[in-house]
């Protein structure tokens, strides 16, 4: 669409108008209640006096016109009662009224006729519709605070269906959502962007965002799609979250909780009995001055958190060795390596503080104000898919973020202004045990990941402005921000050590590969400008259309790229080429119908397309790998930790193809929203989306033609070396020229397909049985290999004269998910709940492979190769019996994640205790998590081992035939990760 297209559309909505009602002005971060008040034929009461109460406080009044309307309009976002009252009218208060960020509030309400004398006033359950794009799953109130096994806004997701939340110990936003990794996934507070930032090594981690606890957060989203142009949209799932504000009374809320998980946690656990003990203690405190015309809120608390893990691997249980495999490595490291073979403890320790200001400059102005920062450091984090424990490894982050809005609104009409700047640092250090794989042992030690200091800030500038003509509530902006990506790897740490077994380590005979970075940083600028119109248009009282488009463009640094010349003239390709940053045209649409004008049945039928963005790891990659980093490379004898005699030192490159944009998402979804009762709402939606251009990883240095075939018909392509239970290419015999190492060309020919279909059941009350549950079906495919792999060389396909292998179940394909979380409240003079939430998710896919440190085609990835299927192996007919996966694929390679690990389950139990101690509040709160729980961890995902009793040979065809054996350990736990069973204890108290 031209420029001039857009500027007709925008010129025709201007001109529209069809109806005279107003319509009331939508923010994305301010909520709107509106309502009419009737007596019991239907008939407007006028000039009704209407109190709008946050905390069972006034918070603004409203007298009803002719037509017996009202309207609140900037409302911070959260939970309100609303109070009606009338001379010859019984007066009302309708409590646990939501105003939601974005959305519109509609209550019907029915005064009936009374004489006085009048002395009571009747609670009601009022009619209720909400107006405005999908809200997703809000969290608000006690369910910020149930179950908060980690203070960080981002754990809500636990609780949900619709994205696939943190898994095991981890901490953060999501794991996946529409079949994406989370780096595509965005958090929003107050309608400014804010930082999730992620190891470019853990490409699938869940990222925390610190700074924002929940005690600063009053309301939070959760949305898997978005339809309101003025987001820039995001491919994977959106979190908005408004902060929380004072207001009323002046408060002071401490609070304090200790947690063990030596309180009756499983052994299996905690094999080490370890003894750790975990408190949190804070304070949020509150008020206003001038009544409501500023209202301040200020919070602090302080973490400091352990974590017992299980034994790290199931070959050596804690205190014994039946193979004898870590008595031979301790005899041989020369070096202290206990720590690596027993379990550890992971311990966090950290410091959050900030505060929020509103201010009412008279009663259409609000201006905010809010700043945070955190400080924090963790031993032995949780690394998810790494075989090792991690001994030794450290994370040190530094979050600050501040912003400010203004907003001013009229008869219908509303302007808002939003600036903000957020930065975020994480330091990595790793132990000083290079890492290192004992492949037919099921064991490694060592750090998983690369050490580095990333680093991202950021300033945003945005405005929004909503106008109502006529039936037509037109709604135009733009914004513009400034991040920048500083990413600093260190020197030497990445080294990579793969031995068959314990024996072959004593023996020093195995792999090295090893990557040395230069001390520069890899700094990147990106400026993205955006702008959007859209219009909602009522056509009826029943029906409401809304377009929109976005328009967005990335500009990226002029000098993020640059040619290697030496490459050039052996190859004749050029490694200098630039991601296009064109503007891109993301239009948006939804038609919502009210089927008996109600609300009650509404249905919901939306599409739409949303920019990504270019993937900032893959740019400082490019950037760094310019010929300056080298990988250094050895097989056959290994002098570990150093390198061995054989070592060969070559630079290694990394550039983008000719044609690379930035990705994209289309999307269409249909939804059911039934009202049941005045406080049980059902959901039932579904939706495709497809992403095009994602980033597809090709090693250009391989020589032009395999040097042999397997016997399974796949291409070789270096000269095979066997040690032990290890094969890999023999150094240097795997490239085309040798004069470099692996060179990687980065292209936009990947895409993902993701099916999902929810049903969800909400009810909410303020006494009795509250239930919020959802099952979610989906289906992901897409053809990019080895997106969760902290090792980029495993992200090549194994098969790149097959490209339909690459095509198929995605890494992030979790077909069934089930969230339920039941709430009982028992109101009295001791307040009592007790709540229960429950999780299921399906077990991950993999690819039937080999241990980690086998690379049977010597394409230099030794961790990315499916097995083949055989018949003629020894041992693989009980293997196919004894898995249903592979029966379909015998006799061939292993389809790409045609497996999957068992399911994850788990319960976790909350119950609170309110008591009044001298007009103080107080409230005794237990939490057990994890009270039943399915064991998870690192799966062998081996279907087959190379035996070190037998060599490589050739068949009469010419071809190889490799030593392999089925592994009759195929798909259990390789390394325990499951979360322990943690009791906590805690006391709330306000003043």
Same mark, same amino acid.
């Not at 898919?385 to 609104?409: P, Q, Y």
């Not at 009762?677 to 990883?697: N, P, Q």
């Not at 299927?869 to 041992?875: D, I, Q, R, T």
């Given at each position: 669409m031209s420029i001039l297209g857009v500027s007709r559309i925008a010129a025709f909505v201007l001109v529209t108008s069809l109806a005279s009602t107003p319509l009331v002005a939508q923010s994305m971060t301010a909520a709107s209640v509106t309502g009419r008040v009737s007596d019991p034929a239907g008939s407007p009461v006028r000039g009704a006096a209407v109190t709008l109460e946050r905390q069972g406080i006034a918070f603004r009044t409203a007298t009803t016109d002719q037509a017996g309307r009202f309207t609140f309009e900037l409302l911070p976002p959260g939970r309100y009662a609303i109070l009606a009252e009338q001379v010859g009218y019984q007066p009302v208060r309708a409590s646990s009224v939501d105003a939601n960020a974005g959305m519109t509030t509609d209550l019907k309400i029915r005064m009936p006729q009374r004489p006085p004398p009048i002395d009571a006033v009747e609670s009601i359950n009022p009619q209720t519709t909400r107006r405005g794009g999908p809200p997703g799953r809000v969290v608000q109130g006690e369910e910020l605070n149930q179950f908060d096994r980690f203070p960080d806004l981002t754990d809500v997701t636990?609780?949900?269906?619709?994205?696939?939340?943190?898994?095991?110990?981890?901490?953060?936003?999501?794991?996946?959502?529409?079949?994406?990794?989370?780096?595509?996934? =965005?958090?929003?507070?107050?309608?400014?962007?804010?930082?999730?930032?992620w190891h470019p090594g853990l490409p699938a981690a869940s990222v925390a965002s610190p700074v924002f606890p929940r005690s600063a957060i009053g309301q939070a989203?959760?949305?898997?799609?978005?339809?309101?142009a003025e987001l820039r949209g995001a491919q994977g799932a959106v979190l908005a979250a408004q902060s929380a504000r004072g207001g009323g009374s002046t408060f002071f809320r401490p609070f304090a909780r200790l947690g063990s998980s030596s309180l009756g946690p499983a052994t299996i656990d905690n094999p080490a009995d370890s003894s750790v003990t975990s408190a949190r203690l804070g304070v949020v405190m509150g008020g206003s001055v001038k009544g409501d015309t500023i209202s301040w809120l200020l919070r602090a608390d302080y973490e400091r958190a352990g974590q017992p893990t299980a034994a790290p691997f199931a070959a050596l249980p804690l205190g014994e060795d039946p193979s004898g495999s870590a008595t031979i490595l301790r005899d041989a490291a020369g070096r202290e390596i206990?720590?690596?073979?027993?379990?550890?403890v992971r311990r966090r320790d950290g410091f959050t503080g900030g505060g929020q200001v509103a201010w009412s400059l008279g009663r259409t102005t609000m201006l905010t104000a809010r700043a945070g920062m955190a400080s924090w450091s963790e031993d032995n984090p949780d690394f998810g898919?790494?075989?090792?424990?991690?001994?030794?490894?450290?994370?040190?982050? =530094?979050?600050?973020?501040?912003?400010?809005?203004?907003?001013?609104?009229g008869e219908g009409w509303m302007n808002e202004a939003r600036i903000g700047f957020n930065t975020a640092s994480r330091d990595w250090t790793a132990g000083d045990v290079?890492?290192?794989?004992?492949?037919?042992?099921?064991? !490694?030690?060592?750090?998983?990941?690369?050490?580095?200091?990333?680093?991202? =800030?950021?300033?945003?500038?945005?405005?929004?402005?909503?106008?109502?003509?006529?039936?037509?509530r037109v709604k135009l902006g733009g914004s513009v921000q400034r991040r920048t990506h500083d990413f600093v790897f260190r020197d030497g740490v990445a080294a990579r050590y793969a031995y068959g077994s314990a024996a072959d380590f004593a023996a020093a005979q195995g792999f090295l590969s090893e990557t040395l970075y230069g001390p520069s940083a890899a700094g990147i600028g990106i400026t993205q400008y955006g702008g959007f119109l859209q219009d909602q248009w009522s056509v009826s009282p029943r029906l409401a259309i809304t377009l929109g488009v976005h328009l967005d463009k990335e500009k990226l640094p002029a000098d993020s790229t640059a040619p290697n010349a030496r490459w050039g003239v052996l190859s004749g390709i050029n490694t200098g080429n630039r991601p296009e940053s064109d503007l891109l045209i993301a239009p948006r649409g939804t038609v919502s119908w009210d089927?008996?004008?109600?609300?009650?049945?509404?249905?919901?039928?939306?599409?739409g397309l949303a920019a990504g963005r270019f993937d900032v790891s893959s740019l400082a990659e490019v950037a760094a790998r310019d010929g300056t980093v080298l990988v250094r490379r050895s097989d056959g004898a290994q002098a570990w930790p150093a390198a061995g005699s054989s070592a060969t030192t070559h630079p290694t490159l990394t550039f983008f193809g000719p044609d690379v944009r930035r990705p994209r998402t289309s999307s269409a979804d249909l939804s059911l929203t039934q009202t049941l009762?005045?406080?049980?709402?059902?959901?039932?939606?579904?939706?495709? =989306?497809? !992403?095009?251009?994602?980033?597809?990883?090709d090693d250009l240095n391989l020589p032009a033609a395999p040097l042999s075939t397997a016997s399974d018909g796949r291409a070789v392509y270096g000269s095979l070396r066997q040690y032990g239970g290890v094969i890999g290419a023999a150094t240097g015999s795997n490239r085309r020229f040798d004069e470099f190492d692996a060179v990687f060309g980065l292209t936009s020919t990947g895409y993902a397909d993701y099916y999902a279909g929810t049903i969800a059941v909400e009810r909410r009350v303020t006494q009795g049985v509250s239930v919020l549950g959802s099952y979610t079906w989906s289906q992901a495919r897409d053809n990019v290999t080895g997106q969760a792999s902290a090792n980029i060389e495993d992200r090549l396909s194994p098969l790149p004269d097959d490209p339909a292998w690459a095509e198929g179940i995605s890494d992030f394909d979790v077909p069934h998910r089930l969230a339920a979380t039941v709430s009982l409240d028992l109101p009295g003079k001791l307040p009592a709940e007790i709540a229960a939430r429950g999780r299921y998710r399906s077990g991950l896919p993999f690819t039937p492979g080999y241990r980690a440190g086998v690379d049977i085609n010597g394409d230099g990835a030794a961790g990315n190769d499916?097995?083949?299927?055989?018949?003629?192996?020894?041992?693989?007919a009980e293997l196919v019996a004894a898995n249903a996966c592979l029966s379909s694929q015998a006799g061939a390679i292993a389809a790409r994640n045609s497996c999957r690990e068992d399911p994850v389950h788990t319960l976790d139990l909350h119950a609170s205790l309110g008591l009044d101690a001298g007009g103080r509040r107080i409230a005794l709160v237990v939490d057990a998590f994890n009270v039943i729980s399915s064991e998870s961890g690192v799966v062998d995902r081996a279907a087959l081992l190379i035996d070190p009793t037998r060599g490589t040979t050739v068949d009469g065809g010419g071809r190889l035939v490799l030593p392999v054996v089925a592994n009759d350990g195929f798909g259990t736990l390789l390394s325990r990760r499951s979360d322990p069973r943690i009791v906590r204890l805690g006391i709330r108290m306000e003043f």
């Open positions: 636990r609780g949900l269906s619709i994205v696939d939340g943190a898994r095991n110990a981890g901490r953060g936003f999501v794991s996946s959502a529409n079949g994406l990794a989370p780096t595509f996934s =965005r958090l929003l507070v107050d309608g400014i962007e804010e930082r999730l930032l989203s959760v949305l898997d799609v978005t339809r309101d206990t720590p690596w073979l027993a379990p550890v898919t790494s075989l090792s424990n991690v001994a030794g490894t450290r994370v040190d982050g =530094r979050d600050f973020s501040a912003a400010m809005g203004l907003a001013a609104s290079p890492s290192t794989i004992l492949a037919n042992d099921g064991i !490694a030690i060592g750090a998983a990941v690369q050490a580095g200091r990333f680093a991202e =800030r950021a300033v945003e500038l945005n405005d929004v402005v909503t106008l109502p003509l006529g039936s037509h089927a008996d004008g109600s609300g009650r049945t509404v249905i919901r039928l939306g599409a009762g005045a406080r049980t709402t059902l959901i039932v939606s579904g939706g495709y =989306r497809h !992403a095009d251009y994602l980033l597809r990883r499916p097995a083949f299927l055989g018949a003629s192996v020894p041992g693989m």
